[in-house]
């Protein structure tokens, strides 16, 4: 039997930036790339906290009849009890990032300083708050200077909270240092 979850709206969105520039030899993000925005769906289960097997999560929202209407799906990995779990059912049109690599110098053999752009753009009528992933983080790479705090979530990612108003745009830049 499917077990019912309580669907938590929010005005909240995730951008996952990868193919990481700082890396050497990795820069597969060009300034004039643009990229949609994941929708990402919160959850809160109805019943107690369970662990959860892997599988593929399937969302319903209820139309103006009161009938069940397929929104999306995503797939899940084994969840442990009590774990958040993040459900990405589609991208939003009107949110975008654009990653843009402003400059990348060479310290020594093994070092290298990255200064990044990221400009959000919000063509909605609501202000959104945009998780802003940066991945491939690998090796000893630190943040030296950043437009506003960022959040690091594991050694291979960093994360920044964006507010963007709407029909308007926000950009946060960061300097990467990069051992490896």
């Not at 004039?32 to 769906?41: F, H, N, R, T």
């Not at 000893?140 to 291979?156: C, G, N, Q």
Request: charged share 20%.
């Amino acid at each position: 039997m499917p077990r019912l979850l309580r669907i938590i709206p929010t005005l909240a969105f995730l951008l996952a930036i990868t193919g990481t520039p700082m890396l050497a030899g990795s820069a597969s993000v060009r300034a004039q790339d643009s990229s949609p925005a994941a929708s990402p769906i919160s959850c809160e289960p109805q019943a107690k906290p369970a662990a959860e097997p892997a599988g593929t999560v399937r969302v319903y929202q209820r139309d103006a009849r009161g009938n069940p209407q397929f929104v999306g799906e995503h797939p899940i990995g084994h969840t442990p009890m009590g774990s958040d779990i993040g459900l990405t059912t589609g991208q939003a049109f009107d949110v975008k990032v654009r990653p843009v690599v402003e400059e990348r110098t060479r310290v020594n053999s093994s070092r290298w300083k990255t200064r990044m752009r990221y400009t959000l753009t919000n063509a909605g009528p609501k202000p959104v708050t945009v998780d802003l992933v940066q991945a491939g983080l690998w090796g000893d790479t630190r943040i030296d200077a950043e437009s506003m705090k960022s959040e690091r979530l594991s050694a291979d990612e960093t994360r920044w909270r964006v507010p963007v108003p709407a029909n308007g745009e926000a950009t946060v830049t960061a300097t990467f240092d990069s051992r490896y």
